[in-house]
């Protein structure tokens, strides 16, 4: 199922840091991403894997192999330090729904939107995508 520009920015709106840019910037993300259904347990990223893509949660979840939820925004740490996941990322037991922004566009987004980048750092992680203790 494909989503129009305007389900794509209210999506966008809904997840942390996305709800605190401007309409131009969302604009902008939106316009580069596209959506994608993931059945349950799909791989996300193989662990020692590298993330290609951001991924922001539509619907249902994405977990590690032990089930600990992961943030509405999986593969900032990875992305931004080029480091491998320790531990795979899986969709959740309902499949996971998510806007997807490739690697190649994630750099030029950050670039065209820097406030984007500083929204990431104020972002509690633990561990790599973890769920903060103040997420949802």
Sequence with gaps: MKLSLSERLLALRRVRPFTELRPEELLTIA???HAH???????????HGIVQRLY???????????????????GTTILL????????ILAGPDGFHALVLPRSKFFTVINECPSLLVGFFRMPLLG?????????
């Design 128 to 136: 790599v995508d973890y769920r903060g203790a103040d997420q949802p």
């Design 37 to 47: 259904r993931f059945s349950p347990g799909a791989v996300l990223c193989p662990q």
């Design 81 to 88: 330090t080029g480091q491998p996941a320790p531990f795979a």
């Design 56 to 74: 922001i949660r539509i619907d249902g979840s994405a977990v590690d192999a032990q089930g600990t939820l992961m943030q509405p925004v999986i």
């Design 31 to 33: 316009s580069a991403t």
